[in-house]
């Protein structure tokens, strides 16, 4: 997972395919994407991960729940 470091220490506002701001949600603002995982995060003046979630076809989960943004 050092892709993740990478984005979330280095450049974590820097919008990219897989980084992207999210419509106003109860979760986060921000996602990060690698392979089926989700990283859902703000940023304040430090970054805070709010949850991580897998993918499996069209539908999300976090803390093994389906999740709807």
């Known amino acids: 997972m050092d892709h993740v470091d990478d984005c979330l220490k280095h450049e974590p506002k820097r919008e990219t395919r897989n980084n992207k701001v999210l419509r106003p ?4 603002e921000r996602e990060l ?3 089926r995982f989700r990283i ?14 897998h993918k ?3 539908r999300l989960y ?6 709807h943004l």
């Open 25 to 28: 949600n109860r979760l986060a």
């Open 33 to 35: 994407r690698i392979d």
């Open 40 to 53: 859902f995060y703000d940023i304040d003046a430090v970054v805070k991960i709010a949850a991580i979630g």
């Open 56 to 58: 499996s076809g069209n």
């Open 62 to 67: 976090v803390r093994g729940e389906e999740f």
